[in-house]
């Protein structure tokens, strides 16, 4: 069955560095649109980022901080997070949908069908 599983979250100071990725198991992932969201503390989830076989989208509160890529050998997405603020602390989740998709058709506002259990990113000094 499909499954994804994040990784990678912890603890970091303002300015700081993570890296997290988002293991997919029962299907290949390069075919599929992955997507990043986060929810911070008495926040509604956010979307970060996507990457499809074809484009990557980034929401603007992350662009130049954050990159997003695919390892196809670990059949998984990437999300580099530098520069790392407090306001980026949340709990980070990966998606992905039933169908092949684009980022560009909506990627953060649409409904996706399978989710990680998410991984904890905390900033703070």
């Known amino acids: 069955q499909v499954q994804l599983v994040e990784s990678g979250g912890g603890w970091v100071q303002p300015g700081g560095s993570l890296t997290l990725f988002c293991a997919a198991s029962?299907?290949?992932?390069?075919?599929?649109?992955i997507s990043w969201f986060r929810e911070g503390p008495g926040q509604e989830r956010e979307g970060v980022s996507c990457i499809s076989v074809s484009d990557f989208s980034y929401a603007d509160s992350v662009k130049g901080r954050f990159t997003i890529s695919r390892d196809n050998s670990k059949n998984g997405v990437y999300l580099q997070m530098n520069n790392l603020k407090p306001e980026d602390a949340a709990l980070y989740y990966c998606?992905?949908?039933?169908?092949?998709?684009?980022?560009?058709?909506?990627?953060?506002?649409?409904?996706?069908?399978?989710w990680g259990p998410g991984t904890q990113v905390t900033v703070s000094s």
């Open positions: 998606a992905t949908e039933k169908k092949p998709q684009i980022c560009s058709t909506n990627w953060d506002d649409r409904p996706y069908d399978f």
């Open positions: 029962g299907f290949y992932s390069d075919y599929y649109a």
